[in-house]
T-cell receptor, first 114, second 112 residues
Framework: DAMVIQNPRYQVTQFGKPVTLSCSQTLNHNVMYWYQQKSSQAPKLLFHYYDKDFNNEADTPDNFQSRRPNTSFCFLDIRSPGLGDAAMYLC?????????????FGAGSRLTVL | GQQLNQSPQSMFIQEGEDVSMNCTSSSIFNTWLWYKQDPGEGPVLLIALYKAGELTSNGRLTAQFGITRKDSFLNISASIPSDVGIYFCAGHRSSNTGKLIFGQGTTLQVKP
């Protein structure tokens, strides 16, 4: 089945130690999104790629970076995780940026910062 | 900023009861989506709505795109224990270049 796969599902890191989360998709969607979701809150968009074009949200900290080497893969890099970065990170894909753009989400990567 | 007001925030119901939740906005939306999120998992799409007035069902779930394009509701009939989870409404505005705006979520608990 076509899907969005995130790895790892659980990541434990130490304060300040860089982390990379990965996302792959078999849907061949143009757009890939990264969301941060803290407990009992709605997902918060960090940034998205439309093909190779990177779009950062205005309030996304510089600590968060992303790479999309090809259509299928997208990475979230957290350069120096702080305690406040502990959250579920969700990757999603979509066909296009306008109109009826239904997002398909991965299962998420739960980040714990010690 | 753009917001979706989702209510109720939480519900605790008996198995077999019907459930209703809704989302409202001060702005017009072009698409309304309803997602369910189980603990520790990503959101899964339940129903997508594309036209004002559209009423769509998915099994025991029914959702409607409000005529004013500023609201949507989701009904669950005859709830069962596996309906437990967080339900999010989400929407697109045409001026948003495809960004999905989420409601705050409704946490549903079902007592067997």
């Amino acid at each position: 089945d076509a899907m969005v796969i995130q790895n790892p599902r659980y990541q434990v890191t130490q304060f300040g130690k860089p982390v990379t989360l990965s996302c792959s998709q078999t849907l061949n969607h143009n757009v890939m999104y990264w969301y941060q979701q803290k407990s009992s809150q709605a997902p918060k968009l960090l940034f998205h790629y439309y093909d190779k074009d990177f779009n950062n949200e205005a309030d996304t900290p510089d600590n968060f970076q992303s790479r999309r080497p090809n259509t299928s893969f997208c990475f979230l890099d957290i350069r120096s995780p702080g305690l406040g970065d502990a959250a579920m990170y969700l990757c999603a894909t979509g066909r296009g940026v306008t109109g009826a753009n239904v997002l398909t989400f991965g299962a998420g990567s739960r980040l714990t910062v010690l | 900023g753009q917001q979706l007001n989702q209510s109720p925030q939480s519900m605790f119901i008996q198995e077999g009861e019907d459930v209703s939740m809704n989302c409202t906005s001060s702005s017009i939306f072009n698409t309304w989506l309803w997602y369910k999120q189980d603990p520790g998992e990503g959101p899964v799409l339940l129903i997508a709505l594309y036209k004002a007035g559209e009423l769509t069902s998915n099994g025991r779930l029914t959702a409607q795109f409000g005529i004013t394009r500023k609201d949507s509701f989701l009904n669950i009939s005859a709830s069962i224990p596996s309906d437990v989870g967080i339900y999010f409404c989400a929407g697109h505005r045409s001026s948003n270049t495809g960004k999905l705006i989420f409601g705050q979520g409704t946490t549903l608990q079902v007592k067997p």
